[in-house]
C-alpha cells in the first residue's frame, strides 16, 4: 500500500496580498482601500499569515503598525513577486484582447481633455475599443488591468511618463460676466467658483498675479472640475481654469480669460503606459494620436 503522508499547506495567496499591501502602504486601513476590502479583513489575513508562519510580521502599536523585523525581511520578495505577477495578467489580458484598450483618467481629464480627442483614435484605428475609467488616484499599471493612465503629476515626471504639457492655471468665466473685469481689484465684486481637487487654485494665482491683494474668496465649491466649469459658463462666477481643460472653450471664445497672468505649477498633465503597453505599436499609436503627435 502507497504511503500518502499528509503534507504542510501553503499560506493563503489572498493572506499574502493583505501582508504586502499592509506592509507597503503602511498600514492596514490603506491596504483595505487598494484591495477593496474592510481594514479588519485586512487584519485578519495578516494573523493568518502570522499564523502560518509562526511569527509576527507587525508590531500592533497604539497609532498604528509597524513592520516587524521579520516583515522588512520579506517585503521586497513579496512586492516584486505581486510585481511580476500583475504585469504577467496584463501580458495576458492584452494578448488575450488586444484590441480592447483600457485608460485610466482624472475625471476631470476624462471628461474635458480625453473624451474630445477619442473620435479621432476611433478615426485611425477602427477596430480599436476604447474603455475609460475616471478615478481620482492614478492605478498601479503594473497590478490593476489599464494600459494607459492620464493623470496630473509633480515635476519631475516619473521615469517612462510622457509629458502632454505643463499646468497652466487663470482665471475663466463667461463673456457676459468678464465685462465688468478690468484688473485683479475688480474682483472683489466677483463670485468665487472652487473645485475641491485643486483647492488652493485662487490663493496660487493670486499670489502671483497681484501678491498683497486681500480677497474673500469664499464661493460655491464643486467635487468634479467640470460641474464648477458648467457653472463658470452658466454666469455663474470665476472660476480657476486649467489650460488643458479650458484652452480649446477659450479659444471658441465660449469662455474668457479676463487676465493676461499665467501661473505655470510644478505639475503636468502626463500619459503613463503599462510595461507590457510600452512594447506595443497599437498603444504607442494611440498615445501619439492623444497628443497631437501622429
Known amino acids: ?4 503522508p499528509s503534507r504542510p499547506k501553503g499560506p493563503p495567496l489572498n493572506a499574502l496580498r493583505a501582508f504586502e499591501a499592509a506592509a507597503r502602504l503602511g498600514g492596514f486601513s490603506a491596504a483595505a482601500e487598494e484591495l477593496f476590502v474592510t481594514p479588519a479583513a485586512v487584519a485578519q489575513q495578516v494573523k493568518a499569515l502570522e499564523a502560518w508562519a509562526g511569527a509576527p510580521l507587525f508590531e500592533r502599536r497604539s497609532q498604528g503598525v509597524r513592520l516587524s523585523e521579520v516583515g522588512r525581511a520579506v517585503l521586497g520578495d513579496f512586492t516584486a513577486a505581486f510585481d511580476r505577477l500583475g504585469e504577467a495578467a496584463q501580458k495576458l489580458r492584452q494578448k488575450a484582447k488586444p484590441d480592447h484598450v483600457r485608460i ?3 475625471p ?15 478615426a485611425a ?5 476604447v474603455s475609460v475609467t475616471a478615478m481620482e488616484a492614478a492605478p498601479n499599471l503594473r497590478r490593476e488591468p489599464f494600459d494607459l493612465a492620464v493623470f496630473y503629476e509633480p515635476l519631475p515626471a516619473a521615469s517612462g511618463s510622457i509629458v ?4 497652466v492655471i487663470y482665471p475663466v468665466c463667461a463673456p457676459a460676466v468678464a465685462g465688468g473685469i478690468g484688473s485683479p481689484a475688480d474682483l472683489v465684486r466677483a463670485r468665487f467658483i472652487h473645485d475641491e481637487t485643486w483647492k488652493d487654485d485662487w490663493t496660487r494665482w493670486l ?10 474668496t469664499s464661493g460655491p465649491s464643486f467635487s468634479l472640475y467640470a460641474l464648477a466649469l458648467e457653472e463658470a459658463r452658466n454666469e455663474a462666477g470665476i472660476l480657476i481654469g486649467h489650460d488643458a481643460l479650458v484652452g480649446d472653450l477659450v479659444a471658441a471664445g465660449t469662455l474668457v480669460a479676463p487676465f493676461e497672468t499665467r501661473v505655470r505649477l510644478d505639475r503636468a498633465l502626463t500619459i503613463a503606459a ?3 503597453g510600452l512594447t506595443s505599436p497599437r498603444l504607442r499609436a494611440i498615445i501619439d494620436l492623444l497628443t497631437g503627435t501622429a
Open 1 to 4: 500500500m502507497a504511503v500518502a
Open 125 to 129: 484605428l477602427p477596430g480599436v475599443t
Open 274 to 276: 503599462s510595461d507590457a
Open 164 to 167: 502632454v504639457c505643463r499646468d
Open 104 to 106: 485610466a483618467a482624472l
Open 207 to 216: 499670489a502671483e498675479a497681484a501678491p498683497g491683494l486681500t480677497l474673500d
Open 108 to 122: 476631470s481629464v476624462a471628461q474635458l481633455w480625453l473624451s474630445p480627442r477619442l473620435p479621432r483614435v476611433r
